[in-house]
């Protein structure tokens, strides 16, 4: 399970709302100056993401907890929205020329160029629907893991 602390910042009902600090290995790395990764980071800035899960460990405002996600859940959800859009984008102009040759025309490039825009959205929209009725079916999603105490969430340094 990937774990990631965060702080509970509204409870409603049996709904608590998680904030997660944004964390990148930039600072960490010899080339942070450089990399894509920092350029995005400096322009995302600091701002915290926000999640609202199910309060099954009874979390009040202010608590620190842990948040996990299953690792296989994880790379099924990213297959799902990487596969399945690229499978429709390159997947559509190959059968739309197809079609189009067995009725001994031709297909030209502004064709094929359409049936693949066609076949990306088809692929994002079928990856979307799937991964909503995933996360209703509770296959895939965030769960609390367990509320932090202060001495496992403070890091002492020791010399």
Known sequence: MIEQEGTAVAVAG?????????QTACGHCAVNGSCGTG?????????PNRVALTNTLGVQVGERVVVGVDELALVTA?????????????????VVTGVAQMRGMEAGEIVSILA???GGTIGL?????????????GRI???????????????????
């Open 14 to 22: 049996a709904q608590v709302w998680i904030e997660f600090q944004r």
């Open 39 to 47: 350029a995005v980071g400096k322009v995302l800035g600091r701002r």
């Open 78 to 94: 990213a297959g799902w929205a990487y596969a399945v859009p690229l499978l429709g984008l390159l997947t559509a102009p190959l």
């Open 116 to 118: 693949a825009v066609c």
């Open 125 to 137: 929209v079928v990856a979307r629907y799937s991964a909503r009725r995933a996360r209703l079916r």
């Open 141 to 159: 999603g965030a769960v609390l893991v367990r509320k932090m105490n202060v001495s496992t969430s403070a890091v002492q340094w020791s010399r």
